[in-house]
């Protein structure tokens, strides 16, 4: 059975860091793009960054130069390290395992809250 299992999250500073953890087991982590969204309340779960299958790394807008992916993780962790954090990162974050074939599934972790007061 696979599992996504994110720590990490908590209260943050304006311009302060988080590292947030996702562990993943159960999963051939080369059949997926793995990496992090975000959903903050009334809004819709937007992708933060993500590993691709082909070793490279696909941040959003709002992520580069603040926030950074690792994705060489033998121990099958994907660890993201935010800096300079500003209230509108401020939601609940969810790792991802996203399968490059059809015929495998999604899956989610069950999230993690991180709150930067404005």
């Known amino acids: 059975q696979a599992q996504l299992a994110e720590s990490g999250g908590g209260l943050a500073r304006p311009g302060g860091s988080l590292r947030l953890t996702c562990t993943i087991s159960g999963l051939l982590l080369g059949r997926y793009n793995v990496g992090w969204y975000r959903q903050a309340p009334g809004n819709q779960r937007e992708l933060v960054a993500r590993c691709l299958a082909d070793g490279t790394v696909n941040y959003s807008d709002f992520a580069k130069g603040r926030f950074t992916l690792s994705c060489d993780n033998p121990k099958k962790t994907v660890p993201l390290e935010m800096n300079n954090l500003r209230a509108e990162d401020t939601a609940v974050y969810y790792c991802?395992?996203?399968?490059?074939?059809?015929?495998?599934?999604?899956?989610w972790g069950q999230g993690t809250q991180v709150t930067v007061p404005s």
């Open positions: 991802n395992a996203d399968p490059v074939s059809s015929l495998l599934r999604t899956y």
